[in-house]
């Protein structure tokens, strides 16, 4: 594999809130096209993780290459610019705007144009929001704001997409059908990055998968390799 096959090479990154230092020394990398689970406790660092990746943590040290560009200092539009969607945890929909223009407010064709994530397919991947075009963002369930969140975030045709407790608070039909979805996005080729706390499900849907424990990446490896690792319940706490 060349180093330009990775969409995401971070290494030896640093986070503080404040005085407080978070992460202590990352590498992660994630290739075009593959699926990648992180995993830790609460309060390890994974959102940190990925919000230091993405630009939002300021206070950060260490090397970030994103797409083959050097992202160290990159702010969060220029990441989403190179075609990272992040769904983070909580959803984001916007409340007063319709299902329909949550959907489309960011629709964008690809980086080599590609369009295939259209309206139209992201309305047949989730049923439920075809009934609910015209209901405002703050009359949807949890579940169908997830799924606002994820189609979203399909139709910026992004080469990456970052899950943050995708199914965090749902009933369990509707976990399924995100977890569903989640393969089908797996299938088409878009790289991922999951976490979610339902570890054999993230792993089982993985390529690799990285465990952290208070900033540090305690374990790494393809998703057969963590499963089978002794220290993983362990290091998660089950
Ligand atoms: N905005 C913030 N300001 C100060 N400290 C924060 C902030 N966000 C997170 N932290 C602290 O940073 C540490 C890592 O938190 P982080 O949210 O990255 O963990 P996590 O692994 O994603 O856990 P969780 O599943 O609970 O979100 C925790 O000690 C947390 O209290």
């Given at each position: 594999m060349t180093?330009?096959?990775?969409?995401?090479?971070?290494?030896?990154?640093h986070a503080w809130y404040s005085s407080s230092h978070v992460l202590h020394g990352i590498d992660i990398q994630i290739a075009r096209g593959q699926t990648v689970g992180l995993l830790g406790r609460n309060g390890m660092g994974k959102s940190?993780?990925?919000?230091?990746?993405?630009?939002h943590v300021t206070q950060r040290e260490g090397n970030i290459t994103l797409f083959g560009q050097d992202a160290s200092k990159f702010q969060p539009h220029q990441?989403?610019?190179?075609?990272?969607?992040?769904?983070p945890e909580g959803?984001?929909?916007?409340?007063?705007?319709?299902?329909?223009?949550?959907?489309?407010?960011?629709?964008?064709?690809?980086?080599d144009g590609r369009n295939d994530?259209?309206?139209?397919?992201?309305?047949?991947?989730f049923p439920r929001l075809a009934?609910?075009?015209?209901?405002?963002?703050?009359?949807?369930?949890?579940?169908?704001?997830?799924?606002?969140?994820?189609?979203?975030?399909?139709?910026?045709?992004p080469e990456l997409i970052?899950?943050?407790?995708a199914t965090e608070g749902l009933a369990p039909l509707i976990v399924n059908e995100i977890w569903n979805v989640i393969s089908n996005i797996r299938d088409s080729g878009i790289a991922t990055l999951i976490v979610d706390r339902d570890y054999r499900r993230v792993l089982a849907h993985s390529d690799s998968a990285i465990v952290l424990q208070k900033g540090l990446v305690e374990l790494s490896g393809s998703a057969e390799h963590v499963a089978s690792d002794s220290a993983l319940t362990k290091l998660l706490g089950v």
């Open positions: 180093v330009n096959d990775f969409l995401v090479d971070a290494k030896g990154l940190t993780l990925i919000r230091t990746l993405l630009g990441v989403a610019r190179l075609g990272v969607a992040y769904v959803r984001g929909v916007f409340p007063n705007l319709t299902v329909r223009e949550n959907l489309l407010m960011s629709a964008r064709p690809g980086q994530w259209t309206y139209e397919r992201v309305l047949e991947t009934e609910r075009l015209g209901n405002m963002g703050n009359q949807l369930s949890g579940g169908e704001q997830q799924m606002v969140s994820i189609g979203r975030a399909l139709m910026t045709h970052i899950l943050d407790e």
